[in-house]
C-alpha cells in the first residue's frame, strides 16, 4: 500500500460498527501503532472520506484521543503501519501541579506546542515524554499532548521515531537520560539529534574532512596561556570559546591594542564588560578560565561592518521528507552595542541577508550568498558525518571576511528559535517530515 490518509478511532470496548458510515464491508487486518502490534477493523472510506481502523484498548494498556489523522504505509508481514507517532524526549521541565498550564515544558512548550500543531497537520501524533515515563516492561510512555489548546496527558505505545530535545547539556549527561536513548534504539527506535556538540570535537573531524577543511579558522584546545600567545603572533583578534557552550555563554575576544597590552571583552550577566590585559596578567586570566571549564583558542576573521557593527550569518539547515539536507532559511545577526557575540539574547539584532550583502557587497552580492549556500550544502553532512550521528537539523554561524570568503564559526545540535517567520514556520514543518521518513512515514508534506 502506498502511503494514504486514515483515520485511527481509539475504542475503550470490542468495536461496534457506524452502520451510517458508506464503506465497502469491513475487515479484521494486522496493524501496528508505533510499537503496538494489534489486530484492527479496517473500514475502507467511501464517498471521499479516508480509510477508518478501529483498534481496541482493552488489554492495550492505553490512554490516546479517541480519533486521531494519520497515515498508513504497509509494512513488514503484510502488517498496515499506522502513523506516525513522534516522541519528543525533554527533561527537567514537567510542573506536577500545573498539568494543564501552557508552560507545561518551560522555554520549550512554545516549541513542543508548534511541533503538536504541525504533527497533526501533517496526519502524524506528537507527544512530549521524560525518561521516567517509559514503562520498559510494558512498552509504554506516559507523555503529553497538545490539544484543544492544553496539554493533556496520555499513555501511548513506543513512538515510530524519538527527537531529543532535552534542553541543556546538563540534563543531557544524567544516565536516566543516556538510558532512555539507548534503551529506545535497542528497541528499534531511531532517535535523532542524540547530544548537543564539543566545539573541539567538531574542529577536529571537520579539520580532517577536506572538502570543508577550507571554512576553518584556525583552532586550538586551550591549555595555557601560550596557545593564546601563539594565535596572537599570527591574528590580532582571537576568541576564547568554552568548548560546551552556546548562546555566546562564556566567550571571552581577546584583541591586542598595544605591543604588551589586550583589551578583553566579556559578558557578565546582563552586561558587556572591557577590562585591558598585559602579557605578563595573561597566564593568571586564562588558568582562571580553564580551571572552571574547558576552553578552545580560535583566531578571528576580519569582518566587514554593518553600519559600524560585526555581523555573521545564522543558517539553519534541516533534512526534509526524503532524509536530504535542505537549507531552511539564513538571517543576518547584528552585535549589539559593545557586544562580542551577535547572539540576540546578548544584545544583538536581526536583519534580513539580501540588502546586508547588497549594502556591504554591491556587485559582489550574489556571488557571496550562493557561497553561502555551497558552504551550507557542504558542511551540514560533514558534520554529520565527522560526528557519526543522526541529526536531523543543524544550526550554523557563519561569516564573511572583507575580501567575501565563507568562515564557519560553530554549529548547533539544538537550534533554539528563529526570530524571521518563514524560518521559524518551515522549521516545524520539515522537524515533522524528517521525523515520519526516519520512522518510516516519509514525503509527509505530499
Not at 342 to 359: F, N
Request: charged letters at 25%.
Amino acid at each position: 500500500m502506498n502511503r494514504r490518509a486514515v483515520d485511527v478511532q481509539i475504542v475503550s470496548r470490542p468495536a461496534r460498527l457506524d452502520r451510517g458510515r458508506r464503506s465497502t464491508a469491513p475487515r479484521r487486518v494486522l496493524a501496528r501503532l508505533g510499537g503496538l502490534k494489534c489486530t484492527a477493523l479496517m473500514l475502507r472510506g467511501g464517498g471521499g472520506t479516508p480509510t477508518r481502523f478501529l483498534i481496541e484498548t482493552v488489554g492495550c494498556d492505553l490512554a490516546l484521543p479517541p480519533l486521531l489523522a494519520l497515515n498508513a504505509v504497509r509494512g513488514a508481514n503484510g502488517e498496515i503501519r499506522v502513523g506516525p507517532l513522534i516522541g519528543v524526549l525533554t527533561a527537567g521541565h514537567l510542573a506536577p501541579n500545573r498539568p494543564t498550564a501552557r508552560a507545561l515544558f518551560g522555554h520549550q512548550s512554545y516549541l513542543l506546542r508548534n511541533l503538536a500543531r504541525t504533527a497533526c497537520q501533517l496526519r502524524g501524533f506528537l507527544f512530549a515524554f521524560e525518561p521516567a515515563g517509559i514503562d520498559w516492561a510494558s512498552g509504554r510512555i506516559n507523555g503529553w499532548t497538545w490539544a484543544k489548546d492544553r496539554w493533556r496527558e496520555i499513555r501511548a505505545p513506543l513512538p515510530d521515531v524519538v527527537y531529543n530535545r532535552v534542553p541543556n547539556r546538563r540534563l543531557e549527561a544524567e544516565s536516566a537520560v543516556q538510558q532512555a536513548i539507548v534503551g529506545l534504539r535497542n528497541r528499534g527506535v531511531p532517535v535523532f539529534n542524540p547530544f548537543f556538540i564539543d566545539k573541539w570535537r567538531l574542529y577536529e573531524c571537520l579539520q580532517a574532512d577536506e572538502s570543508v577543511a577550507w571554512y576553518l579558522p584556525q583552532t586550538e584546545p586551550l591549555t595555557g596561556w601560550q596557545v593564546v600567545a601563539d594565535a596572537l603572533a599570527h591574528s590580532p583578534l582571537v576568541y576564547l570559546k568554552p568548548r560546551c557552550g552556546s548562546l555566546g555563554d562564556g566567550i571571552v575576544r581577546l584583541e591586542a591594542v598595544g605591543r604588551d597590552t589586550l583589551r578583553v571583552r566579556y559578558r557578565r550577566g546582563r552586561s558587556n564588560r572591557s577590562r585591558l590585559l598585559t602579557a605578563s596578567s595573561g597566564p593568571q586570566f586564562v588558568a582562571g578560565l580553564i580551571a572552571r571549564r574547558d576552553y578552545v583558542c580560535q583566531r578571528g576573521v576580519e569582518l566587514p561592518l554593518f553600519r559600524g557593527r560585526p555581523f555573521d550569518v545564522r543558517v539553519l539547515a534541516q533534512k526534509d521528507g526524503v532524509g536530504q539536507w535542505q537549507l531552511t532559511g539564513m538571517g543576518v545577526r547584528v552585535a549589539g552595542a559593545g557586544a562580542i557575540t551577535t547572539h540576540v539574547p546578548s544584545g544583538g539584532s536581526i536583519a534580513p541577508l539580501e540588502p546586508v550583502l547588497s549594502e556591504i557587497f554591491g556587485e559582489r552580492a550574489d556571488r557571496v550568498k550562493a557561497d553561502l549556500r555551497a558552504a551550507i550544502a557542504a558542511l551540514a553532512p560533514a558534520v554529520e558525518r565527522g560526528l557519526n550521528a543522526e541529526f536531523g537539523e543543524l544550526s550554523m554561524d557563519l561569516g564573511v571576511d572583507r575580501t567575501g570568503r565563507v568562515w564557519f564559526f560553530e554549529a548547533n545540535s539544538k537550534p533554539h528559535k528563529f526570530d524571521e517567520d518563514d524560518i521559524r514556520l518551515l522549521s516545524w514543518r520539515r522537524t515533522i517530515e524528517y521525523a515520519g521518513y526516519l520512522g518510516g512515514f516519509p514525503h509527509l508534506g505530499g
